[in-house]
């Protein structure tokens, strides 16, 4: 794993050899060493968008002592860029038991075709129409001709990046406006409860599959109509479709 150099100018920053400036982050050597593992970290908020993460091994230990860590049960910790943070926890991302593997698959099954009968549905309605979405409304207009035929109330799911290969929660990505992510935690409370880690997992890597997969989840647990896929810079913002208002 590459380590940062030492002596960074801020300490908040510092300077990692393979990606150069970027923010500390602190995780347990255990998961340093092995990601692909279970995490125990909060949920990035934008204050803290890279949260300290430990280990199953060290999260046993801070129970044992009561929740607090003291000198005995302390890990040792390694510092490391927020770039490094996520590439490493998203490697942690297809650690499901085989329970929830298992689980996972069950949903799949049943949510990826009533997404695609959804998908059939929304297509007819908006064949052929121009789109253009609001993030401070939290509305997405399709037009014809200049004239507005459907609009739709919209709650962002996440991102998929054709660069990095990555998909993104909104509900982890702070430059989303907050009235648009407010509902989807509701689909990592569910991953929380079943421990299904792409749900619950800020940032991991994918294909485009991956990011109409867990769509499927969120149009299923928030009862929407369908997803807009719309076209971002080097990549894809896939919005739920809440409700159709005209
Ligand atoms: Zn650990
Ligand atoms: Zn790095």
Redesign the pocket.
């Known amino acids: 794993m590459p380590m940062p150099d030492s002596s960074p100018e801020d300490h908040d920053d510092l300077h990692c050899s393979q990606h150069g400036a970027g923010h500390v982050a602190y995780?347990?050597?255990?998961?340093a060493n092995r990601p692909e593992q279970r995490w125990h970290c909060d949920y990035p908020t934008e204050e803290t968008p890279w949260p300290d993460a430990?280990?199953?091994?060290?999260?046993a230990?801070l129970q044992a002592a009561g929740g607090d860590w003291d000198d005995e049960s302390a890990?040792?910790i390694k510092i490391i860029c927020h770039h490094c943070y996520e590439e490493l926890q998203g490697k942690s991302v297809h650690c499901l038991t085989p329970e929830a593997h298992a689980a996972w698959s069950e949903c799949l099954e049943e949510y990826l075709p009533l997404l695609q009968g959804k998908q059939a549905r929304l297509a007819a309605k908006i064949k052929g129409c121009d789109w253009e979405y609001d993030q401070e409304t939290g509305l997405l207009t399709f037009s014809k001709n200049g004239k507005s035929l459907l609009v739709a109330e919209f709650e962002s799911v996440g991102s998929f990046s054709s660069v990095s290969r990555t998909w993104l929660w909104s509900w982890a990505n702070f430059t989303t406006f907050p009235n648009v992510r407010t509902r989807i935690t509701a689909v990592r409370d569910f991953g929380e409860a079943r421990d299904f880690l792409p749900l619950i997992i800020p940032k991991w890597p994918a294909e485009l599959v991956d990011a109409w997969e867990v769509s499927a989840f969120a149009v299923h647990l928030l009862h929407a109509e369908g997803i807009y896929r719309a076209p971002i810079h080097q990549g894809f913002h896939f919005l739920a479709i809440m409700s159709i208002q005209s």
């Open positions: 995780i347990c050597e255990h998961l430990w280990c199953d091994t060290c999260d230990a890990p040792e």
